[in-house]
């Protein structure tokens, strides 16, 4: 009966040939590397949002031209946040209306940043 049995047990690695047994144990250090790797890269290979990409301008200063506001009003308008694409948008059109804007105080200015700033805070985490 044992002899039945041992017919069918798969060859122990003493057994193997040299180049098989290079071959099996190589694949056996690769294969897990290659799945650990595989792993951690699909996360960052997601595409960021172009709101978020938005975000990233100096939006305070005055460092953005003004031939950069429709890109950047596209990039907002993109975005998958609601939030986001609505605040950012709006600060934009803000910012186009105040190129030619006489005797303001400002003050609508601060609350646009703020609210922009809140939704890109909320969204970058």
């Known amino acids: 009966m044992s002899d039945r049995l041992a017919a069918h047990r ?7 040939s040299t180049r098989t ?4 144990i190589g694949a056996a250090a690769v ?3 290659l799945l650990i790797g595989a792993h951690t890269s699909t996360g960052s290979a ?4 172009s709101g978020l990409v938005a975000c990233a301008y100096p939006l305070a200063t005055q460092d953005v031209p003004a031939a ?6 596209a990039e907002f308008a ?4 609601a939030d986001l694409r609505t605040a950012g948008t709006a600060y934009v059109d803000l910012a186009v209306a105040l190129l030619t804007a006489r005797g303001t105080d400002g003050y609508q200015t601060v609350w646009f940043y703020q609210r922009l700033s809140a939704a890109c805070a ?4």
């Open 46 to 49: 997601a595409p960021q949002d």
């Open 31 to 33: 294969i897990p590397a």
């Open 21 to 24: 047994r290079r071959v099996t």
């Open 10 to 16: 798969p060859p122990t690695l003493r057994n193997l």
């Open 78 to 81: 993109g975005s998958r946040f």
């Open 122 to 125: 909320k969204h970058e985490r």
């Open 68 to 73: 950069e506001y429709p890109k950047l009003r």
